[in-house]
């Protein structure tokens, strides 16, 4: 494979920054149309909306968010085995413009297939994240030469674009869609997708070369794989994978909320005004990206501090939960302000201080994720455990919705959401606990793949910047 001579930017080919640009703007498509797609459901007929129960839309949403975590499995495939990377961000990146679009057709051209035309939005989306998602993040990773040390700060410039798109979208998307219009919500969403695709069209050839155009089975095609049986190494250490799977299932349930259930608690019973100015309820959602850029820096450098000390993946992990378990309490303080009364507005505050909390138990899962499965996995059972991750990981986002769909509506919602917010809370609070003092074990099982602690600081922070796309199961190395 050539890699081009096109010349440097602050050190990094500058293909680097084109596939900055293009992940940027195609995460501020998917993030916008995320921060609106369940106010949008539950707002009523009169103001544009669907007037679904706040049950029905989060059910949908987790639906929804699932099939986006397991179509990548699929896009991945075939861009390996039959159209290579170049060409699946190109098809993807059309399709997600498409699904976008299509949401944005205002109800007055589509009066009878008014849900017809959503459902095809959300496949179009789907199919287009399945191809997309799955193959940017490797082309980052093909720029540079093995061992070339630029590797580990390229993701910190790859991933802090995926953060800024996220941040971005909420308050430019979201708002348009809330306070104007939901179908300009969603072609700005769209057409965030088609910056993305005009910056891959006409520079990928001059940027890129020849990264990511054949399809890398071809490239590998005669290399021998591993046919040795398992060792007791191996199977401890597939445990480890299996276990980490299961578990990882109660954070991003609960984390997940934050486009659901937390949206809607900032809708109906937040009171957002600030300075004389109402905050649109889509905008709380860029809070977490605004936090990991605030945040990785100071939990990586924290790490280092801690030196020998640093804990365990298993109990970054624990402390993870923990986070997680103080946004639901968080939150269980704020239904408790209301005292059950529909009618009281909290305090932003309780949203914004449940998104730290959770930011910072998602910052401590940087080490967890598809990196431990290419650590921890044999090598000819790679794919099939990655599968497995994958799956657990959208079963996560389908429980997510499920366990938003009991909020009811009216009074009960109060009361509904309350009780949520505290079984969540419990839950991850015992699982912590559970993961703890299991950590000893699980270390063990790993056999030394869990490592040495790393004092590179520049290292660290990548690791914790990373753990967005880690979050969305795309993290590079994953084939």
């Not at 070339?148 to 790859?158: G, K, W």
């Not at 800024?164 to 708002?175: D, R, S």
């Amino acid at each position: 494979m050539t890699r081009p001579d096109a010349g440097t930017l602050f050190g990094h080919p500058k293909g680097l920054f084109l596939l900055f640009g293009t992940e940027m703007w195609e995460r501020f498509g998917y993030y916008g149309m995320r921060a609106l797609l369940v106010l949008y459901l539950v707002a009523s007929v009169q103001d544009g909306g669907f007037g679904w129960t706040a049950g029905e839309a989060l059910s949908l949403y987790g639906m929804f968010t699932m099939g986006v975590y397991l179509t990548p499995v699929i896009g991945g495939w075939l861009a390996d085995n039959y159209i290579g990377q170049r060409k699946a961000i190109i098809y993807g990146g059309i399709i997600f413009a498409l699904g976008y679009f299509t949401l944005g057709i205002p109800k007055s051209m589509i009066v009878g297939m008014e849900e017809t035309v959503f459902y095809i939005g959300l496949a179009l989306i789907m199919v287009g994240n399945g191809l997309f998602k799955a193959n940017v993040s490797s082309l980052v990773g093909d720029l540079y030469e093995d061992g070339d040390h630029r590797r580990d700060s390229a993701f910190t410039i790859f991933y802090m674009g995926i953060n800024l798109g996220a941040f971005l979208a909420p308050i430019t998307v979201g708002v348009l869609g809330e306070t104007v219009n939901w179908h300009y919500g969603f072609i700005l969403a769209g057409c965030g997708m088609i910056v993305g695709l005009i910056l891959q069209l006409t520079l990928a050839n001059k940027y890129l070369g020849e990264i990511g155009v054949q399809p890398s089975a071809l490239r590998t095609k005669g290399e021998q794989k591993a046919h040795a049986p398992l060792t007791s190494d191996d199977k401890d250490r597939m445990k480890v994978i299996l276990i980490m799977s299961m578990f990882s299932v109660m954070f991003w349930a609960g984390f997940e909320q934050a486009g659901g259930l937390f949206t809607i608690y900032a809708s109906d019973f937040t009171d957002r005004t600030l300075f004389g100015f109402e905050i649109a309820a889509s905008s709380f959602q860029s809070l977490n990206a605004l936090f990991i850029i605030m945040l990785a820096p100071v939990v990586a450098s924290v790490w280092v501090k801690m030196g020998s000390n640093e804990p365990t993946s298993p109990k970054k992990f624990a402390l993870a939960m923990i986070f997680l378990a103080l946004g639901f309490f968080v939150m269980l303080w704020a239904t408790m302000v209301q005292g059950g009364d529909v009618a009281v507005k909290v305090s932003m505050l309780f949203l914004v201080f449940a998104y730290l909390f959770h930011t910072l138990g998602e910052l401590c899962l940087s080490p967890i994720g598809l990196s431990m499965v290419t650590k921890l996995a044999p090598l000819k059972y790679t794919s099939l455990l990655m599968g497995i991750w994958f799956f657990f990981t959208a079963l996560s986002n389908w429980l997510a919705g499920f366990i938003g769909s009991f909020v009811g509506e009216g009074q009960e919602m109060v009361e509904n959401a309350s009780t949520i917010f505290m079984s969540v809370g419990v839950a991850a609070l015992v699982t912590g606990i559970v993961i703890f003092f299991s950590a000893g074990k699980l270390v063990e099982w790993m056999h030394g793949a869990e490592g040495g602690h790393n004092d590179n600081l520049e290292e660290k922070i990548e690791e914790e910047m990373s753990v967005t796309a880690t979050h969305e199961a795309m993290p590079e190395g994953h084939r």
